[in-house]
């Protein structure tokens, strides 16, 4: 299948591009020159993009402006690349007879819904996002539009809201990916596996590494997690020891990737032992741990 990847000069979309070379004739566009990016320019550029669609059958969408880009970037310009830009892809998709549009989309679009008052949140895809930003509300809006396009044109759109997805120190992220971390490369088999499935209908799913934790530990995550790790993942805890750093008091949330895993038949592979291991191994996907952790994560 010829597959249309956007933003692959960006880490995820890079990952997505190498991933899917594989077993696709896969065809990258980004304004930044790099070894994953076939067309050189901006995805607003119709012209360009028409060209790029030459033959292609699906389009894999995770260009856009990002939660850094907030302050920096007026809320027109959000709204600009994403919500208009992705509005124009799909539709310049369906007219170059797209089958399948995949939207790489964010769990932080959730907002204030994330984190209740109280408890844990746990966040599956029945929760009502509570946006904090005009990144998270342009991503909702994406997202509602890119479903009523699918309902108006029957074109299959699968949207992945991935967790927190960047270099961080390692015990952060080792916590993380039992909550609301991802690994990048778990990201990019998340994509393939729903460009492979290409569902019907208009589809959304949270992709966030395999949690240990249950809906009813919500009400001790917030001040007893390092209990439930301990409990729950004590060779996790064991290496927090040897290593002399300080298990989290306090987690804030659980993001349920369970409804990707059985409907997309997708399993995250890179749990707390890839973070540790590639720490070992000093890869620049993860950072050393300065000092002790904090006591919330």
């Known amino acids: 299948m010829k597959v249309l990847v956007t933003g692959t000069a960006g880490r995820v979309g890079r990952a997505i591009y190498i991933h899917l070379m594989k077993s696709h004739e896969v065809v990258g566009v980004d304004k930044t020159p790099c070894s994953t990016v076939n067309y050189v320019g901006d995805i607003r550029d119709s012209a360009l993009m028409n060209t790029a669609l030459n033959g292609v059958e699906a389009i894999i969408h995770t260009a856009a402006l990002h939660a850094p880009h907030v302050g920096l970037c007026s809320e027109g310009e959000f709204a600009e690349i994403n919500i208009n830009a992705t509005e124009q892809l799909a539709l310049l998709g369906l007219q170059r007879g797209v ?79 039992l909550t609301r971390g991802i690994d990048v490369r778990d990201v990019a088999l998340a994509h393939a ?91 620049s996907e993860v950072l050393p741990v300065l000092g002790q952790a904090s006591n919330e994560a």
């Open 99 to 177: 089958k399948h549009f995949i939207f790489t989309s964010t769990t932080a679009l959730y907002g204030y819904a994330s984190t209740p008052e109280g408890v844990a949140g746990w966040v599956d895809e029945t929760v009502q996002p509570q946006p904090k930003s005009v990144y998270h509300k342009s991503k909702i809006m994406a997202e509602s539009m890119l479903e009523n396009i699918s309902k108006q044109f029957a074109l299959p759109i699968t949207v992945l809201q991935m967790s927190r997805c960047f270099p961080e120190s390692a015990d952060f992220m080792s916590v993380y990916r």
């Open 193 to 283: 596996c729903a460009l492979d499935k290409r569902l019907q209908g208009f589809r959304r799913y949270i992709i966030s590494g395999k949690t240990p934790f249950v809906r009813e530990d919500c009400e001790q995550l917030p001040l007893h997690a390092a209990g439930l790790i301990q409990a729950h993942i004590p060779e996790l805890a064991q290496e927090f020891a040897n290593r002399g750093w300080q298990l989290p008091q306090g987690l804030d949330r659980v993001y349920d990737s369970s409804l990707a895993q059985r409907e997309l038949g997708w399993q995250p592979k890179h749990s707390f032992e890839s973070v540790l291991s590639m720490l070992d191994s000093e890869s």
